[in-house]
């Protein structure tokens, strides 16, 4: 296993893990300064005031975004897979 190979499939995993996790973290950031803007306006600094949004959000996005997301790590699953014979012969 030669070290390009190495570097190749670490930068593949690296993508593949951003590709996953960046709609929601970007919703969650999104919704955390939309009530950090709304909190600061009304002087409201309540703490658990922004979980319960954050949690809808995301966990929506999530249900709507699994097919792409399964589609995602299916095609990187299958790519992996395939390659196998390759690595090691």
């Known amino acids: 296993m030669s070290h390009q190979l190495v570097i190749d499939l670490t930068r593949e ?7 996953i996790a960046a709609p929601m973290l ?5 919704v955390g300064l939309v009530i ?12 658990t005031l922004v979980f319960v949004p954050k949690l ?3 966990g929506g996005a999530f249900i709507v975004g ?5 589609q995602i ?5 299958t790519q992996l ?3 196998i ?3 090691v012969g």
């Open 81 to 83: 897979m395939r390659g």
């Open 13 to 19: 995993a690296l993508v593949t893990a951003l590709m």
């Open 73 to 77: 790590l299916i095609r990187y699953t």
């Open 36 to 47: 950090a803007i709304i909190q600061s306006v009304t002087q409201i600094q309540e703490q």
């Open 66 to 70: 699994m097919p792409w997301l399964l």
């Open 85 to 87: 014979p390759a690595m």
């Open 26 to 30: 970007l919703i969650a950031l999104g």
């Open 56 to 58: 809808v959000l995301v």
